[in-house]
């Protein structure tokens, strides 16, 4: 594996993607406001938390389902920390997902679907890389920046959450485990769903807004998840998003040892 | 002479559409080599073919001694193509397009500025080269495909359709190139086009295609002596003896093809072949017609590939 080609793959593309305003501009906005303003809105309005139709008024009986170790972990604290906590902490833990996963996905959809709209997809099939280096170019630099920008997220929200909840729960409360294993394990296997679903989709799309809009379909499988914590069907711990993590890296090898035929320069240059 | 490319009973389909068909086609090292066809007579696929990015259904190819479906990565670190579209990221400088294809061919990392630099500076790009690629023009845009297709200094270059869409003067400054590359550089430039006056002005040979099929090959003047027995004659006569060399060239039979006429103050009349020219100047002559001067127009390729096309020696 030339690594030097691979690098020069990852640089094209994230320069090319960064003078791509549709491309950007969700890429900034859609962390910034889960991250950075839901935080405030969750503590400082307190009506704001009704997912699931359940408000902190009546959150009581959903905290009554908790699994046993979560109702340890919530134990020291008072019921209206305890439904911030929840809140911040299990609730809106799916929702990181969608991060990487939407990053991935709009990057890989511009890197191959928008660089064949473009027609500057031959001369890349002319230089002497592999198909696999030209694969892994592709997916690398997709997936880099996914991970990178839910790593940033992460960090932005581990400020903003601690010091909006600082008035309630008086501590430093986040991140914890789940979190950590979230960030570091199941981040990266989202973001390569939303990628291996973009090499999939990009084979039959006609260029970048196409394959976009057919891969936004990988987001249900989080907006399940998101919804099953609402209802108080699942919760998140650390064993659960240990085990979630773990089915997405097999999803991914899967779709990706399926998806590869269609990453190979004979068809590639087919559909040009 | 080396051949660097050798074709031998290629053939490609696509579905129901045969693209190649049994090609057989040797490119000689150092040579200019025009492949001659209309839309869809299989030269992209064959610059594909050659360059392993697509795989024959059969035959056998070798290009610089390598197999292009095996050792395709080694064979186009070797050979540098410019396609039809210059396909130049339009988002990116012309310093990162450069740059950026300098890793992806391999340049060595201590090289890449230098030759970066130069090549700007030999398209008359370096002004230009923090400028986005979107803001150039199409003549700039082919100038820079040039630039990157020579970064890695390939044994072969390939041009698909060159000149498509270039003013008459970006038309001259890469005809100007593709002669410096083959006869300074020692460059093998295979050429697609069906621009066939550029064809005739630069090739050294060229190959005719038709639905995927070779219908000729040889260097220009070589096809016109095969395919193109018709040669134009202009004629100057006694003015006063003009009617009657018309009327003994419209009696001359075989050896004038169709209808002599007056033209330009003399005669035109279609000579059937190269050997008629004589026996008719000895007919005229013979029946006393004072001639001054006679000069024959050298058919060229457009006259070749009609001839082809029309499937019918002319």
Same mark, same amino acid.
């Given at each position: 594996?030339?690594?030097?080609?691979?690098?020069?793959?990852?640089?094209?593309?994230?320069?090319?993607?960064?003078?791509?305003?549709?491309?950007?501009?969700?890429?900034?906005?859609?962390?910034? =406001?889960l991250f950075g303003a839901l935080p405030w809105l969750a503590v400082l309005v307190p009506g704001s938390i009704n997912m699931g139709g359940s408000t902190m008024n009546d959150i009581a009986p959903l905290l009554a389902k908790l699994p046993a170790n979560l109702t340890a972990e919530l134990a020291p604290y008072n019921l209206e920390q305890k439904t911030v906590i929840f809140f911040l902490v299990y609730l809106l833990a799916p929702m990181f997902?969608?991060?990487?996963?939407?990053?991935?996905?709009?990057?890989?959809?511009?890197?191959?679907?928008?660089?064949?709209?473009?027609?500057?997809?031959?001369?890349?099939?002319?230089?002497?890389?592999?198909?696999?280096?030209?694969?892994?170019?592709?997916?690398?630099?997709?997936?880099?920046?996914?991970?990178?920008?839910?790593?940033?997220?992460f *960090?932005?929200y581990s400020v903003m959450v601690n010091l909006a909840a600082w008035q309630v729960v008086g501590a430093v409360f986040f991140p914890n485990m789940m979190w950590l294993v979230m960030?570091?394990?199941?981040?990266?296997?989202?973001?390569?769903?939303?990628?291996?679903?973009?090499?999939?989709?990009?084979?039959?799309?006609?260029?970048?807004?196409?394959?976009?809009?057919?891969?936004?379909?990988?987001?249900?499988?989080? *907006?399940?998840l998101v919804f099953g914590q609402a209802t108080g069907v699942m919760f998140f711990s650390t064993g659960l998003v240990?085990? *979630?993590?773990?089915?997405?890296?097999?999803?991914?090898?899967?779709?990706?040892?399926?998806?590869?035929?269609?990453?190979?320069?004979?068809?590639?240059?087919?559909?040009? | #002479?080396?051949?660097?490319?050798?074709?031998?009973?290629?053939?490609?389909?696509?579905?129901?559409?045969?693209?190649?068909?049994?090609?057989?086609?040797?490119?000689?090292?150092?040579?200019?080599?025009?492949?001659?066809?209309?839309?869809?007579?299989?030269?992209?696929?064959? =610059?594909?073919?050659?360059?392993?990015?697509?795989?024959?259904?059969?035959?056998?190819?070798?290009?610089?001694?390598?197999?292009?479906?095996?050792?395709?990565?080694?064979?186009?670190?070797?050979?540098?193509?410019?396609?039809?579209?210059?396909? #130049?990221?339009?988002?990116?400088?012309? /310093?990162?397009?450069?740059?950026?294809?300098?890793?992806?061919?391999?340049?060595?990392?201590?090289?890449?500025?230098?030759?970066?630099?130069?090549? @700007?500076?030999?398209?008359?790009?370096?002004?230009?080269?923090?400028?986005?690629?979107?803001?150039?023009?199409?003549?700039?845009?082919?100038?820079?495909?040039?630039?990157?297709? /020579?970064?890695?200094?390939?044994? =072969?270059?390939?041009?698909?359709?060159?000149?498509?869409?270039?003013?008459?003067?970006?038309?001259?400054?890469?005809?100007?190139?593709?002669?410096?590359?083959?006869?300074?550089?020692?460059?093998?430039?295979?050429?697609?086009?069906?621009?066939?006056?550029?064809?005739?002005?630069?090739?050294?040979?060229?190959?005719?295609?038709?639905?995927?099929?070779?219908?000729?090959?040889?260097?220009?003047?070589?096809?016109?002596?095969?395919?193109?027995?018709?040669?134009?004659?202009?004629?100057?006569?006694?003015?006063?003896?003009?009617?009657?060399?018309?009327?003994?060239?419209?009696?001359?039979?075989?050896?004038?093809?169709?209808?002599?006429?007056?033209?330009?103050?003399?005669?035109?009349?279609?000579?059937?072949?190269?050997?008629?020219?004589?026996?008719?100047?000895? @007919?005229?002559?013979?029946?006393?017609?004072?001639?001054?001067? /006679?000069?024959?127009?050298?058919?060229?390729?457009?006259?070749?590939?009609?001839? /082809?096309?029309?499937?019918?020696?002319?």
């Open positions: 594996m030339n690594w030097r080609v691979l690098m020069a793959i990852v640089k094209k593309d994230l320069k090319v993607v960064a003078q791509n305003r549709s491309v950007v501009i969700p890429i900034l906005m859609v962390p910034l =406001i997902l969608i991060i990487p996963l939407m990053v991935s996905s709009v990057i890989a959809a511009d890197s191959i679907a928008g660089e064949r709209e473009r027609r500057t997809l031959e001369a890349l099939l002319y230089t002497p890389t592999s198909d696999r280096e030209l694969l892994l170019g592709k997916l690398l630099s997709a997936w880099l920046a996914a991970v990178a920008t839910a790593a940033a997220g *960090l932005l960030v570091f394990w199941v981040a990266p296997a989202a973001a390569g769903l939303g990628l291996s679903v973009m090499v999939l989709v990009s084979a039959r799309a006609q260029g970048f807004q196409d394959a976009y809009q057919m891969g936004g379909m990988v987001v249900l499988p989080i *907006l399940l240990v085990l *979630l993590g773990l089915g997405l890296w097999l999803v991914d090898a899967g779709l990706l040892w399926y998806g590869r035929r269609f990453f190979r320069r004979e068809a590639l240059v087919s559909r040009l | #002479m080396e051949a660097v490319i050798q074709l031998k009973n290629v053939s490609r389909r696509f579905g129901e559409v045969q693209a190649v068909r049994d090609l057989t086609l040797e490119v000689y090292r150092g040579e200019i080599f025009g492949f001659l066809g209309h839309n869809g007579a299989g030269k992209t696929t064959t =610059i594909r073919l050659v360059n392993g990015v697509l795989e024959a259904d059969q035959g056998k190819i070798r290009v610089l001694g390598f197999d292009p479906q095996t050792q395709g990565p080694q064979l186009r670190a070797r050979t540098g193509v410019i396609t039809e579209t210059a396909s #130049m990221d339009n988002r990116l400088t012309a /310093l990162d397009n450069l740059t950026i294809y300098a890793d992806l061919y391999g340049v060595p990392r201590a090289e890449v500025k230098t030759r970066v630099s130069g090549l @700007l500076a030999q398209f008359e790009l370096a002004e230009r080269a923090n400028d986005r690629v979107a803001a150039f023009s199409t003549g700039m845009r082919q100038r820079l495909a040039f630039a990157r297709a /020579l970064l890695h200094q390939p044994e =072969i270059l390939f041009l698909d359709e060159p000149t498509s869409g270039l003013d008459p003067m970006a038309a001259r400054q890469v005809h100007s190139l593709v002669t410096h590359l083959a006869r300074e550089e020692k460059r093998t430039v295979f050429i697609c086009t069906h621009n066939l006056v550029e064809a005739q002005r630069l090739c050294d040979r060229v190959a005719v295609m038709e639905h995927g099929q070779l219908v000729a090959v040889g260097s220009p003047h070589e096809l016109a002596s095969r395919y193109v027995r018709r040669l134009m004659v202009n004629l100057e006569t006694d003015p006063a003896q003009r009617e009657s060399a018309l009327e003994i060239l419209a009696a001359a039979g075989a050896l004038v093809d169709g209808q002599p006429e007056l033209a330009n103050g003399g005669l035109r009349f279609a000579a059937a072949g190269r050997e008629a020219i004589p026996q008719t100047l000895s @007919l005229l002559v013979n029946k006393g017609i004072r001639v001054y001067h /006679l000069s024959a127009e050298e058919p060229d390729l457009e006259d070749v590939y009609f001839a /082809l096309h029309a499937g019918k020696e002319q």
